[in-house]
C-alpha cells in the first residue's frame, strides 16, 4: 500500500525557520496538502494543493514541491505553532487518500 | 457557520456494529465529497473512506473495505458510516471530513472537520 513518509519530530527555536518534508512515490503525479493538529482538536488545513494557503492561515506557511519530496515551511516560528503537522496526498490513481505519519514540531 | 456534528460513537463489542452519522450545515452539502478520517488513542492520522457529492461513487482504505459503508443522505445534509464486524483495532477517534473543492469527485482535501466521535471496540 502507498506510505507518505515524515520525519517524526523538528526542533526550532522560536523565530527561526522550521521545514518539514514529506516524500512519497506519487507526489510528482499528485497535490499535497499538510495540516497541524494539537492535543485533543480536530486537524486544520494550512497547505493545500502543494503550496496554497486557505484564507485565515498565516503567511509564515507555505509549501513547496520537488520530485518525490513536499515541503511545509513556516518562517519565524512562534511558540503557537507547536503542534503535529500531518501531510496528505492519494495515490496514482486518485482513489486512496494517505496521510503522512505525523511530525511533532517543538519550539525550544 | 461551516460546521460539522458527528454522533453515534460509543462502546461496542468486537464483531459487533455501529453507525455514526455527521450533521452538515452552513454549506451547499451535495456539492462536497466528504470523508471519516480516524486517530487511534496516541496515533496518527488514518484515512477511512470517502464519497462523492452525488454520492454514486465511495471509497475505502484497505483496512474497512467490506466491513464499513459510506453513505449520505442530501435531503437532510447527513454523512454516514455504517461500521459491522467491528475489531479492536477500529477503536478511534472518527472525524468527518468535507472536501475544499467543490464538485469534487474523489476526496482531495479537507478543509473542514467535526470534533470527532469516539468508538471503542472492547469486550
Known amino acids: 500500500s502507498y506510505e507518505l513518509t515524515q520525519p517524526p519530530s523538528v526542533s526550532v527555536s522560536p523565530g527561526q525557520t522550521a521545514r518539514i518534508s514529506c516524500s512519497g512515490d506519487a507526489l510528482p503525479k499528485q497535490y499535497s496538502n499538510w495540516y497541524h493538529q494539537r492535543p485533543g482538536q480536530a486537524p486544520v488545513l494550512v497547505i493545500y494543493k502543494d503550496n496554497e494557503r486557505p484564507s485565515g492561515i498565516p503567511e509564515r506557511f507555505s509549501g513547496s514541491s520537488s520530485g518525490t519530496t513536499v515541503t511545509l515551511t513556516i518562517s519565524g516560528v512562534q511558540a503557537e505553532d507547536e503542534s503535529d503537522y500531518y501531510c496528505?496526498?492519494?495515490?496514482?490513481?486518485?482513489?486512496?487518500?494517505?496521510f503522512g505519519g505525523g511530525t511533532r514540531l517543538t519550539v525550544l | 457557520e461551516v460546521q460539522l456534528l458527528e454522533s453515534g460513537g460509543g462502546l461496542v463489542q468486537p464483531g459487533g456494529s455501529l453507525r455514526l452519522s455527521c450533521a452538515a450545515s452552513g454549506f451547499t452539502f451535495s456539492s462536497y465529497a466528504m470523508s471519516w478520517v480516524r486517530q487511534a488513542p496516541g496515533k496518527g492520522l488514518e484515512w477511512v473512506s470517502g464519497i462523492s457529492g452525488s454520492g454514486g461513487s465511495t471509497y475505502y482504505a484497505d483496512s474497512v473495505k467490506g466491513r464499513f459503508t459510506i453513505s449520505r443522505d442530501n435531503s437532510k445534509n447527513t454523512l454516514y458510516l455504517q461500521m459491522n464486524s467491528l475489531r479492536a483495532e477500529d477503536t478511534a477517534v472518527y472525524y468527518c471530513?468535507?472536501?475544499?473543492?467543490?464538485?469534487?469527485?474523489?476526496?482531495?482535501?479537507?478543509?473542514?472537520w467535526g470534533q470527532g466521535t469516539m468508538v471503542t471496540v472492547s469486550s
Open positions: 471530513a468535507k472536501d475544499h473543492y467543490a464538485s469534487s469527485g474523489s476526496p482531495e482535501a479537507f478543509d473542514i
Open positions: 496528505q496526498s492519494s495515490d496514482s490513481s486518485g482513489s486512496y487518500v494517505v
